[in-house]
């Protein structure tokens, strides 16, 4: 197996992914975010079958409350887990409750466990941004891109040539307009260090498509961070129905309370390590 992951949740309250990750040496588990707590996660795991099964690191894409949640500290710093975190959010990790000596704070290219690569690019979410990255084991490559206010040529160029994606779709326009919601919060979501509306998302979707060329198609794509208020799964997925058939057939909607389905980049070991750390 190269890459196989799973959306354990996802959505303003809270956002994590597990990552399955074979190298030569080694079958890795890794979790993408944080932001549901760690009975939540060892309970999610347990469905897949992957009970006490051990987290080797996990890795943030900032530091916002629904990607670490505070109730992680006791279970860090009880089972060792390094925490990778953007260098601008480092400060509000550790506010978070993240053990400092935990925190292994990156601004470039880092390999939480050896043989599986993130690079890391910027993208504008309020103040500080957030991480978007380039994830590669063994000649597989996933996209990760989410919270972003805006997509440029600098983050298409990154996430060129990718096998999977998993991307941000967080709002309806027109639901996001019509929600009641303060100018201030709409202005906030809308205004290009906030988030992806379906509109962005699909087009950043299709720009990447079209520059693979063929060479290397995205095999699957994994929309997450969906609001639980001004979107709606049903218009999404007719909105790709109709605008992107050929991209929807490869379309999965990531779930807020729930596991999502799992996305296999290569030959997969479906055999879980049992370790009980989740006690």
């Known amino acids: 197996m190269s890459i196989a992951f799973q959306v354990l949740g996802s959505s303003s309250s809270g956002n994590a992914t597990l990552l399955s990750c074979k190298t030569e040496a080694a079958h890795h588990h890794l979790l993408l975010d944080a932001g549901l707590g760690p009975r939540?996660?060892?309970?999610?795991?347990?469905?897949?079958?992957?009970e006490g099964t051990p987290i080797d690191a996990i890795v943030l894409t900032h530091a916002d409350s629904d990607h670490i949640r505070s109730s992680w500290t006791r279970t860090l710093q009880r089972l060792r887990t390094p925490v990778h975190v953007p260098r601008a959010h480092l400060a509000e990790a550790e506010r978070k409750?993240?053990?400092?000596?935990?925190?292994?704070?990156?601004?470039?290219?880092?390999?939480?466990?050896?043989?599986?690569g993130f690079e890391p690019i910027r993208t504008p979410h309020d103040q500080t941004g957030s991480a978007a990255f380039k994830i590669s084991c063994a000649g597989s490559i996933l996209g990760w891109a989410t919270d972003l206010g805006a997509v440029d040529q600098d983050l298409l160029e990154h996430l060129a040539d990718i096998d999977a994606l998993g991307i941000e779709s967080n709002y309806d326009p027109t639901m996001q307009r019509e929600s009641g919601r303060s100018p201030y919060l709409i202005d906030r979501i809308m205004g290009g260090r906030g988030h992806l509306s379906n509109q962005q998302c699909l087009e950043a979707v299709q720009a990447l498509a079209d520059r693979s060329n063929?060479?290397?198609p995205l095999s699957a794509i994994v929309l997450l961070h969906l609001s639980q208020q001004c979107n709606c799964r049903d218009r999404l997925r007719r909105f790709w129905d109709r605008n992107a058939p050929e991209l929807s057939a490869k379309m999965q909607i990531s779930w807020p309370n729930r596991v999502?389905?799992?996305?296999?980049?290569?030959p997969v070991s479906t055999k879980p390590v049992q370790l009980g750390l989740f006690a």
């Open 40 to 50: 939540t996660v060892a309970k999610r795991m347990s469905e897949l079958g992957l």
């Open 260 to 266: 999502g389905d799992r996305v296999e980049l290569g």
């Open 97 to 116: 409750g993240v053990p400092g000596d935990l925190l292994r704070p990156f601004e470039e290219r880092f390999e939480p466990v050896a043989g599986v």
């Open 214 to 216: 063929g060479s290397r």
